[in-house]
């Protein structure tokens, strides 16, 4: 066997343990961006995403690009980097919901993302400033990921003083969505920062009305049909109760208001809402 051969084989059984290895949310989010990323190939005229543009003009024949968006890469060099980085931004949120729950945050949050960008752009597309016009990726998902978890204060997100300065983790991916740009130009800067808005919006509990019930969840793995489910390995189930907010969680305050929350999640204070 060739050495080309030989390192071809064993790139492909990696792979396979890699993919294997990942719980069934991301799983599914992987295979999906995959599957899309070679019929986009195949078809000769590939799909550029989710133009603005497009969607004000003509809304009818573009809005699905909402639900795609997420899962369309402009390169295999972004696609590639998407499906490393995407997997571990999402386990916190499967392994602490389940895998319907985190399902569910893919399609909701990929399509208020979608909306919130095409929303951000219309002034400049309005007086004639080109910004990041046809976008797509799991940019979007992940800095709302990366936000859930930074104002949870959790993983690499907790808060750190910096010149004996306390930087609440809350920050961090703003500081992220501006190093970004200014390192990498071709960083779709408004499409992340529109993920960074659509998981300000979760994690105040904003979009809770768009999520199915954990009671719901619970009674849909739990049937018949789906116990199946259940006995497999990368399938995460959804807690039978999650816990509310208490006094006694580090670093989470009482429920309040909405514009309390809001106002919580910019300040640095932790707005986390959980029972969605």
Same mark, same amino acid.
């Given at each position: 066997?060739?050495?080309?051969?030989?390192?071809?084989?064993?790139?492909?059984?990696?792979?396979?343990?890699?993919?294997?290895?990942?719980?069934?949310?991301?799983?599914?989010?992987?295979?999906?961006?995959?599957?899309?990323?070679?019929?986009?190939?195949?078809?000769?005229?590939?799909?550029?995403?989710?133009?603005?543009n497009l969607i004000l003009s003509s809304p009818l024949?573009?809005?699905?690009?909402?639900?795609?968006?997420?899962?369309l890469h402009s390169s295999i060099v972004t696609l590639?980097?998407?499906?490393? /980085? =995407?997997?571990? +931004?999402?386990?916190? *949120?499967?392994?602490?919901?389940?895998?319907?729950?985190?399902?569910? %945050?893919?399609? !909701?949050?990929?399509?208020?993302?979608?909306?919130?960008?095409?929303?951000?752009?219309?002034?400049?597309?309005?007086?004639?400033?080109?910004?990041?016009?046809?976008?797509?990726?799991?940019?979007?998902?992940?800095?709302?990921?990366?936000?859930?978890?930074?104002?949870?204060?959790?993983?690499?997100?907790?808060?750190?003083?910096?010149?004996?300065?306390?930087?609440?983790?809350?920050?961090?991916?703003?500081?992220?969505?501006?190093?970004?740009?200014?390192?990498?130009?071709?960083?779709? /800067? =408004?499409?992340? +920062?529109?993920?960074? *808005?659509?998981?300000?919006?979760?994690?105040?509990?904003?979009?809770? %009305?768009?999520? !199915?019930?954990?009671?719901?969840?619970?009674?849909?793995?739990?049937?018949?049909?789906?116990?199946?489910?259940?006995?497999?390995?990368?399938?995460?189930?959804?807690?039978?109760?999650?816990?509310?907010?208490?006094?006694?969680?580090?670093g989470v305050e009482p429920r309040s208001s909405l514009?309390?929350?809001?106002?919580?999640?910019?300040?640095?204070?932790?707005?986390?809402?959980?029972?969605?």
């Amino acid at each position: 066997m060739s050495a080309v051969g030989y390192y071809s084989i064993e790139t492909l059984k990696f792979i396979k343990k890699w993919y294997l290895s990942l719980p069934l949310s991301s799983a599914v989010t992987v295979l999906t961006c995959v599957t899309l990323s070679i019929v986009n190939v195949a078809r000769g005229s590939p799909d550029v995403g989710l133009c603005p543009n497009l969607i004000l003009s003509s809304p009818l024949s573009n809005i699905y690009h909402l639900l795609t968006v997420p899962f369309l890469h402009s390169s295999i060099v972004t696609l590639l980097l998407n499906l490393l /980085f =995407f997997p571990p +931004l999402n386990k916190m *949120l499967e392994t602490q919901r389940g895998t319907l729950h985190s399902m569910n %945050f893919v399609v !909701i949050v990929g399509i208020v993302t979608g909306l919130l960008y095409v929303l951000v752009v219309i002034p400049f597309w309005a007086v004639g400033i080109k910004v990041d016009w046809c976008i797509g990726g799991l940019n979007g998902l992940m800095y709302a990921l990366m936000t859930v978890e930074a104002n949870q204060k959790v993983g690499v997100f907790k808060t750190r003083r910096i010149f004996g300065v306390p930087l609440p983790g809350a920050i961090y991916p703003w500081i992220l969505l501006v190093l970004s740009k200014l390192f990498f130009t071709a960083s779709p /800067f =408004f499409y992340n +920062l529109a993920g960074i *808005l659509g998981g300000i919006l979760y994690h105040i509990g904003a979009l809770k %009305f768009f999520f !199915i019930p954990d009671q719901a969840l619970v009674y849909i793995e739990t049937s018949r049909a789906l116990r199946w489910l259940e006995t497999w390995e990368a399938f995460v189930p959804t807690p039978s109760s999650v816990s509310l907010p208490t006094t006694d969680d580090i670093g989470v305050e009482p429920r309040s208001s909405l514009v309390g929350r809001l106002r919580g999640v910019f300040s640095g204070g932790s707005g986390r809402y959980t029972g969605l």
